[in-house]
């Protein structure tokens, strides 16, 4: 596989949203994922002398495109995002679909249809600069809650980007990790490299420092959600027999009252 290598910066905005921009400097193309707020991604943009080329957009809720509106109008960057929500999100040049895969410069951008938190979500994977913007289905120590689909739609979505090589850089849309990190171990305690990594996010967010970007293999060996097929997490819930959807299910319905 080719490496090719993306500069990426990371956007706060709002609460606790992230947005993401990546910069092939070789290409002179940059993309931004997602569009909470027009202000900080328009400054990051004038900080890094970027000029935007291309957006692409995870899902319809307004803390995701409320300022597509704005960023498109200043910078004529083209718009991708889920074609099921065309018009629903509106300014969208090109609407993709799960399976879909177009062009960026030198690299091809793939896009993973992830419903769960919403039917239309669309994660974008890189595999030639090895990374994967997964939006609201899976977070660093977590996963989106399930308000359009179902507990198995989120269970196929959430482990479908398993899948991806464990060397991959995952940018997600929230800084939830730290009270992620705070529920795995109540479903997991003595996982060690768990333990480690919740306390290095303890470190990290009493400094006021992010916790995005993770890897796939931070999440394969820590994130309660992903593990849901693993001997260990079905031992540790007394669910020996169940299938990975069932004990993924217990695992979301006990985050949510968390």
């Given at each position: 596989m080719t490496k090719h290598a993306l500069v990426t910066?990371?956007?706060?905005?709002?609460?606790d949203n992230y947005a993401v921009l990546a910069h092939d400097p070789e290409e002179k193309v940059?993309?931004?994922?997602?569009?909470?707020?027009d202000a900080p991604i328009l400054e990051a943009l004038e900080e890094t002398g970027c000029p935007l080329t291309h957006i692409l957009i995870t899902h319809h809720h307004h803390d995701h495109v409320g300022g597509l509106a704005a960023i498109k109008a200043k910078t004529g960057a083209q718009v991708?995002?889920?074609?099921?929500?065309?018009?629903?999100?509106?300014?969208?040049?090109?609407?993709?679909?799960?399976?879909?895969?177009?062009?960026?410069?030198?690299?091809?951008?793939f896009c993973l249809g992830t419903p769960g938190h919403t039917l239309d979500h669309i994660s974008y994977w890189i595999p030639d600069a090895q990374l994967a913007f997964t939006?609201?289905?899976?977070?660093?120590?977590?996963c989106g809650r399930v308000f359009e689909g179902t507990l198995k739609d989120m269970w196929f979505s959430v482990d479908k980007l398993a899948k991806l090589p464990p060397e991959t850089t995952i940018f997600c849309g929230h800084e939830y990790t730290q009270t992620n990190a705070e529920f795995c171990l109540t479903i997991e305690p003595d996982n060690e490299l768990l333990q480690a990594r919740a306390a290095d996010i303890r470190d990290k967010r009493a400094k006021g420092e992010p916790t995005i970007p993770s890897s796939m293999l931070d999440e394969l060996t820590t994130n309660s959600f992903v593990r849901?097929?693993?001997?260990?997490?079905?031992?540790?819930?007394?669910?020996?027999?169940a299938s990975d959807a069932e004990v993924f299910a217990e695992i979301r319905r006990r985050k949510d009252r968390f």
């Open positions: 910066k990371l956007i706060p905005c709002l609460s940059t993309i931004l994922v997602d569009a909470p707020q991708w995002g889920p074609e099921m929500s065309r018009e629903k999100i509106g300014l969208i040049d090109h609407g993709v679909d799960d399976g879909n895969k177009f062009k960026v410069g030198a690299v091809d951008v939006g609201d289905t899976l977070f660093a120590l977590g849901a097929n693993h001997p260990d997490v079905k031992e540790a819930l007394g669910m020996e027999k």
